[in-house]
């Protein structure tokens, strides 16, 4: 999915404006700019609003709890700041592994630190980690725009299959698109917000030739729907296939006319029994939001089917993870040895390098007449 994530959206009387504080932030004199970040830009700029979104935050560590016994081995895959890792060690896991890519993972560090309890941070690409033994939860906030967007679905399904025990546990289970024609003409006055502007004699409606296939951010009332909402596409982080793309479509039909400006998305994640993060319209606000995929606007009649396929391009196939790194600020690292074999996915996991044949010595290049090498010598 193309994606504008340069901005986020606020919720206000159904409509869409654009803002760069997230749903329920303070706003005033005085706010922080990601861009002019300094210090720990990301707790500031990102985290802050994760951490304050009461529904994200509160369905996943009340997932943690339900999930994690006690001698239970737990990796936070993206642990960011490491609250769900916290969460993990205060439920009673014998051993908790935050994997962080940023620099963030000192804060995460410090975090377990100031609430007493042992978390083992690891600041590296989830890919190049080994660990010393499969795991018994896997626990990843990996949800982007519309559930699917960005790299971190991909990365928990590989982590899964090389590691996670057979019966293992997966936070989140499963994530569901859902999908709904929109009449929203605000959205669409965003979109097409370069049409006849000139600046000083310049046209740049150009511009928005390249603005129509992006993914906006957005929230909507159930006033925008031209039609109930319909599943579009299931991926399952349980025990669903490895590859990372996901491709999914639906037919909606709607129940009165309008004028059709594009598509809401939004999804919805089962994290544990009875326990499912919802960010439709008609939910509790997150900082998800939805979002609004435009398409040419025209009109409809009540009674009128529309389609939409969906495809999410995956990130590809990832080598196998490769020698351990070590530790940001630490020189424990975790040894290179392979997991105990018969794991849930062992069938999926790839072969062993091919041996590289060994390279011909190059032939020595001619000597001109009258040259000299490096001894001396005239030839």
């Known amino acids: ?49 994760l951490l304050a979104d009461r529904v994200r935050t509160g369905t996943f560590i009340e997932a943690v709890r339900q999930a994690v016994q006690p001698a239970d081995f737990v990796v936070d895959l993206g642990t960011g700041t490491g609250l769900l890792a916290v969460a993990a060690a205060q439920a009673g896991a014998a051993t908790v592994i935050g994997i962080e890519r940023t620099a963030v993972a000192n804060q995460a560090r410090a975090l377990a630190a100031a609430n007493n309890v042992q978390v083992k941070v690891v600041q590296c690409a989830s890919d190049d980690v080994r660990l010393p033994r499969i795991f018994d939860v896997l626990v ?105 793309a996901v491709t999914g479509g639906a037919t909606a039909t709607t129940t009165r006319s309008g004028t059709l400006h594009g598509w809401a998305l939004w999804f919805e994640a089962d994290l544990a029994d009875g326990l499912v993060l919802r960010t439709g319209p008609l939910d509790a606000p997150t900082v998800w939001e939805q979002c609004f995929a435009p398409v040419p606007a025209r009109r409809v009649g009540a009674g009128t089917p529309i389609g939409l396929t969906l495809r999410v391009r995956g990130r590809g196939p990832r080598p196998p993870p490769g020698a351990a790194r070590r530790a940001g600020g630490g020189g424990a690292f975790f040894p290179p040895a392979p997991p105990p074999g018969g794991g849930r996915g062992h069938a999926n996991r790839p072969h062993p390098p ?26």
């Open 140 to 244: 990843s906030e990996c949800l982007g725009l519309a559930g699917l967007g960005g790299a971190m679905i991909g990365a928990v399904k590989r982590a899964r299959d090389l590691w996670l025990k057979p019966g293992g546990v997966v936070i989140p289970r499963r994530v569901r698109v859902f999908a709904a024609p929109v009449e929203d003409p605000e959205a669409d006055a965003l979109v097409h917000c370069w049409d006849g502007v000139r600046v000083a004699g310049v046209r740049l409606d150009v511009l928005g030739a390249h603005v129509g296939h992006n993914l906006y951010i957005g929230s909507f009332t159930d006033h925008h729907l031209l039609a109930p909402p319909v599943e579009a596409c299931v991926t399952d982080l349980q025990v669903g296939p490895l590859d990372d």
């Open 1 to 49: 999915m193309q994606v504008d994530s340069g901005v986020d959206a606020e919720r206000m009387e159904g409509r869409v404006r654009l803002t760069t504080e997230a749903p329920g932030a303070v706003t005033g004199r005085v706010r922080f700019v990601p861009t002019l970040n300094a210090g720990s830009g990301e707790v500031m700029g990102f985290h802050r609003h």
């Open 354 to 379: 091919v041996p590289r044949p060994p390279r011909r010595p190059r032939p020595p290049a001619p000597r001109r007449r009258g040259s000299v090498d490096r001894l001396g010598h005239r030839h």
